[in-house]
């Protein structure tokens, strides 16, 4: 297993950052700007505290050849994102990617906090799990800097560009 930890400060309060967050239009639209394909929204709830969304879509990835014996370059991914209000003036929440049929899961923690009154640091903590024999970490690997790192700082470009409407 390989975790990864990044941290972003958005320009914008942490109460945009919440309303993007909970906002089942930001999630379909970031993951169109990172080329995701067949995007589509199995399930969604809100409470005045809490945000649940379940998205199913295609993703592309470039595999490099030791990796194409136990994967394929293209799968669909199922994304479980929970978010909740903790009460505390911050907010966070869990995540789950699973590709069936792959041997890779990818799940994670996420943590938004005020930073001062017109910004917020946003926290994203990943561990990410190759369950095959003696290529698992190295799969692992290179998920982590040619696919995860990448799709995670995109992200947070994506995220500024939303809040910035």
């Known amino acids: ?62 595999l490099p050849g030791f990796a194409k014996k136990v994967m394929k370059p293209t799968n669909t991914v199922i994304s479980t994102d929970i978010w909740g209000d903790n009460g505390d003036g911050t907010y966070g929440g869990t995540f789950d990617l699973s590709a069936p049929g792959t041997p890779m899961e990818i799940s994670g923690v996420t943590l938004i906090e005020p930073d001062g009154k017109k910004a917020t640091t946003y926290t994203v903590t990943i561990q990410v799990r190759v369950k095959v024999p003696l290529i698992g970490g190295k799969i692992e690997n290179y998920a982590k800097g040619a696919v995860v790192e990448p799709q995670l700082l995109t992200e947070f470009e994506l995220g500024d560009t939303w809040l910035a409407k």
């Open 1 to 62: 297993m390989i975790e990864i930890t990044k941290t972003h400060t958005f320009d914008a309060p942490i109460a945009k950052v919440w309303k993007m967050f909970n906002d089942p239009d930001a999630h379909v639209a970031k993951f169109a700007a990172m080329g995701h394909r067949d995007i589509e929204i199995v399930e969604q709830t809100k409470s005045k505290t809490q945000f649940k969304i379940v998205l199913k879509r295609q993703v592309d990835v470039d």
